[in-house]
């Protein structure tokens, strides 16, 4: 649809909107009061009381409520006479299939996940809808707009992947809070509460441990539980520190760290009571759920707790821990609203930071840390929104010369803290909206179907209900609706080795992969290989010719793209510092992508984030990553 004038457009208009979040609630307000008269919103989720900060369309009556209705009813009452369509639904649902994307206009996505962008993006392409899509992540924040054959799809670049850390890092020479950040949580706390058996670097033997075969972070049976904590203390700040400055390679261009021992960091009396002041110790009036902090009268999350007070609160946490939450030890996952567990890994990771010379954070800074959490800033939201909707009104007039890609800075990069760029043109290798094929390496004497049907195509792909077709055999199928004995066929052919299907693939076998749902179709060429890298190919396979997550390295990625050609802000914020004809926005984009500062969020800002010990969708500040990832583990937090 072209239309000549705003209003026109603007009234003629069938928009839908995905996500009534952070984003959504500014979104729908700014639509209504734009002159937007039918609107469709569907969101999955019903009202918390922690929406409600910036959430404005949401009362506390609400919550528990689904959010697309009772967003719908807010509007409504200063815009009685406008149409609303709420679905308190998933988008990936079969009722939303392209003949429903077909009759909208512009889909507007306010969504804070991969997965369901990707499925948007997918089912746009499909119905020949432009999308408009958007992101935050505290003062960062994106729109950018899709429009099949005129810019790039949503897929067509690469989104980075978690960060991780080099072990050693972690284990011997953290340099950020982060890193110790990750120790406790990820190393340090996992063995002492999670599953003794897993491996785990920690298990550095003690010098008083004479049989040297004990895991020293074994409590002894007899084992008073103030001598284990202060063991472990001493063991952890103090002897392995020690040990590892035995090792003077790792120190030559480093500061040498301090270890830590108990006596040093707590006065003789306070050793004795395990850290616990009396004063404040009240068994009375125990809280509910323990806490170091109740316990030891710490009442402040945001102060910055003294070495001797993070190391009265780890030790008494770990005691709680071991007294009045035993039944849970030994299966324990770090989870960021679990109070004590948020308490012990901060006073662990500022009791290694002491040592390492790394500044100490308060409890409040350690969890946002610990819990990948950014926090949702409700201005960015809004701005985002108006960008959302003067993108969708250049949309909805054809006004393609003019679309932009929007940046939302934290820190102004040459005066401006919001940066239109030009879109780019859709990459020829993206195999979601070009028909470019895949190859894919595998050990096809070794490898299972459900292998290549979990890792590849659902996770690596985004594919939701996928068929797999080897030649002209179908091996494979997914979904509703199958027979019985189909069903059986194919259950069967998933545990079956690649060679071995009724359709064998081998080195060169093409297959045809297929979602009917997002009309999305590719070729995947086999290429055996027989061997390949643990560490890092740990799939087991490669996936290769996909523009899925690559490494944050912006720059090679800028790089293959086309040089934007003219832009002026001036249609952004009327403060135009004219960017026209420089050679220019292609390196300004790299400028702003390379700046630590603004990177972050500019690809996907609100996937961020994950609280397990490793993920965070695709991308997110030094201060909100894990090590040793497995995206799949990892839940996300929404951060709008
Ligand atoms: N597959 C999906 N289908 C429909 N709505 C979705 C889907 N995935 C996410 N959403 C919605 O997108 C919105 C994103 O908003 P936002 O990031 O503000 O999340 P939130 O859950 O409201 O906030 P937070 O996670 O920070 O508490 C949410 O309301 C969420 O329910
Ligand atoms: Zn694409």
Redesign the pocket.
Known sequence: MAAASSEEAIKAAKVLM????????ELLKTLALSGFSDIHI????T??V??LN??FLFRQSHVGQS??KVARDAVLKFRPNISITPYH?????SQFNVDFFKQFNVVLN????L??RR?VNRLCLAAEVPLVESG?TGFLGQVTVHVKGKTECYECQPKPVPKSYPVCTITSTPSKFVHCIVWAKDLLFAKLFGDKNQDNDLNVHSKDDSSSKTDVFERNLDEDLKKYAQRIYDHVFGYNIEAALGNEETWRNRRRPNPIYIRDALPEDAVQQNGCSQDHKNEEQEPSEPSAMVSLGLRNPQEIWSLADNSRVFLEALKLFFEKREKETGNLIFDKDDQLAVEFVTAAANIRASSFGIPLHSLFEAKGVAGNIVH?VATT?AIIAGLIVIEAIKVLKGDYQNYRMTYCLEHPSRKMLLMPVEPFEPNKSCYVCSETPLVLEVNTKTTKLREVVEKVIKSKLGMNLPLVMVGATLVFEDGDGLEPDEAANYALNLEKILAELPAPVLNGTKLTVEDFQQELKCSINIKHRDEFDTEKEPDGMVLAGWSGPVDKQVTSNGEKKPVPSASSTEDLDGTAEDTSAKPGMKRKLNEILESKENFDALQNP?DVVSSSAQVVDDDEDDDLVMFDEDPKQGKK????
Do not use: M, Y
């Open positions: 995905v996500g009534a979040g952070g984003i959504g609630c569907i969101d999955l989720d009202i918390e922690s929406n910036r959430q959010k697309a639904a998933n988008v990936k649902d306010g969504l804070d996940n997965d369901a499925h935050t949702a939201n609100s937090k929404r951060s709008q």
